[in-house]
């Protein structure tokens, strides 16, 4: 138990996020205590979270990783279950997490994702900084802090890992191909700003030939041809990334 005698803390990032949030939150209560995070929220995400949890933490934050070491400090429970706002709990991953905190064999655990593009389910093909199969997600305070980046920020473990659960979580990541399209540019920008903040984005032949790699390995490798046209561009999105990403750095000038 922690010194305030809660033992499971849910963490959840917001932003302007009130049409999903609610059907987030709802799956959280087998938690000790749920904090939200609210990153520049103009819409109504804080009066949905208020119905669910006292604990807000409201702000403005420009890199990703800072904002969930923001939630990730605010947690007054032993262990943290971290979420996005676009997840979701089902009753046999929750059932899951209280065994393993409740005898856990290590400080950090694995969650397997299911990730959803609209209504369906795509298996295959994710990778490259473009989708995630699974995510250090249950871990004990203290063993989990985030680098600084913007997007993808590098993560720093302490602890000893433990067995990756069963369970996945329901990860609604897209709406449409169109809106994974405007992740890439998202993404890309985002991390363009990263690359000029570091002082080296690489060289421009170097991540041409990152296509190719990027590409059989999402589209082959994992097995994305399985998935049809969603596994093509999940790949294609995620070749396409390193060099967008260097070209934006090297081409437009940072804000």
């Given at each position: 138990m922690s010194k305030d005698g809660l033992q499971l803390?849910?963490?959840v990032v917001?932003?302007?996020?009130?049409?999903?949030?609610?059907?987030?939150?709802?799956c959280l209560s087998f938690a000790d205590e749920t904090v939200v995070v609210l990153d520049k929220c103009t819409d109504d995400s804080k009066t949905v979270a208020m119905d669910y949890t006292d604990r807000l933490i409201e702000g403005s934050w420009e890199r990703d990783g800072e904002r969930r070491n923001a939630g990730i400090e605010a947690c007054l429970g032993a262990w943290i279950f971290e979420i996005d706002a676009d997840e979701r709990v089902p009753d046999a991953l929750a059932?899951?997490?209280?065994?393993?905190?409740?005898s856990p064999d290590g400080d950090i655990f694995n969650i397997p994702v299911d990730n959803y593009v609209g209504d369906r389910l795509v298996r295959h093909g994710w990778g490259g900084l473009f989708g995630k199969n699974g995510y250090p997600g249950?871990?004990?305070k203290g063993v989990k802090v985030w680098g600084r980046e913007r997007v993808h920020p590098h993560l720093h473990v302490s602890g000893r890992q433990g067995a990756d659960l069963k369970t996945p979580i329901s990860h609604y990541i897209d709406r449409d191909i169109s809106d994974m399209l405007m992740r890439l540019d998202r993404y890309t920008t985002l991390r363009?700003?990263?690359?000029?903040?570091s002082g080296d984005i690489g060289s421009f032949p170097n991540m041409v030939r990152k296509i190719f790699s990027r590409f059989w390995k999402c589209y082959v490798s994992r097995r994305g041809y399985r998935e049809g046209g969603h596994g093509f561009v999940i790949a294609l999105c995620a070749a396409l990334y390193p060099v967008l990403s260097h070209l934006k750095a090297a081409l437009e000038p940072a804000p």
């Open positions: 803390s849910a963490l917001a932003h302007n996020e009130e049409a999903q949030l609610a059907a987030r939150l709802e059932g899951e997490i209280r065994a393993v905190i409740e249950l871990f004990r363009a700003l990263d690359l000029a903040d």
